[in-house]
């Protein structure tokens, strides 16, 4: 007997990127065309939720979600970890800024990655947490360092640096 679930058409409709969940996509919308949602079956022996987590790479997500729910999460870890706060790349996007360009070098945008990684003004505050972390902050290690137990250290720098992007970013 296959298995069936309920998709929603709204969360499909996320994957149209991806050319492989197109199949997906247009079975939902079919099924649930009528204003209810109806169960989609794609293969023998996968259901079409199983699918839909196989091609949106679910195994990351299930990740996430293992080290999301252990966080303290509060509205500066949100604009951390999304990117959508008071940084001057995310308020020229949204139109709330002229330029994305940093305060200190006009060439480059002021992103989260900058700001945690390697903006200069931070350097002390990221040496610091460094050392109460053990690991270096960059790219290739922040999955590592949300998911440690120390990983409350990091999320202090972040909130710091995000006050302070938020202050000078006022307008």
């Known amino acids: 007997m296959l298995e069936t679930s309920i998709m929603p058409t709204i969360w499909l409709g996320k994957l149209r990127q991806n050319p492989k969940a197109d199949l997906t996509t247009r079975a939902a919308r079919f099924r649930s065309s009528s204003g209810s949602f109806g169960c989609v079956r794609l293969t023998n022996g996968i259901s079409g939720t ?15 979600y293992r080290i999301i729910s252990k966080l303290e999460v509060d509205s500066f870890v949100t604009q951390v970890l999304t990117g959508h706060g008071g940084f001057s790349e995310c308020l020229h996007r949204f ?24 903006y200069p003004m931070h350097l002390y505050d990221r040496l610091e947490c460094e050392k109460r972390l053990g690991l270096a902050v960059n790219k290739s290690n922040l999955n590592l360092i949300l998911s440690c137990d120390r990983r409350n250290y990091f999320l202090e720098f972040c909130r710091k640096i995000c006050v302070l992007a938020n202050k000078r970013n006022r307008n």
């Open 50 to 64: 199983e699918r839909v987590k196989r091609l949106a790479g679910f195994p990351y997500t299930v990740a996430a």
């Open 95 to 118: 139109k709330c800024m002229e330029s994305p360009s940093f305060v200190c070098d006009p060439a480059s945008s002021e992103s989260v990655f900058l700001l945690l990684l390697d």
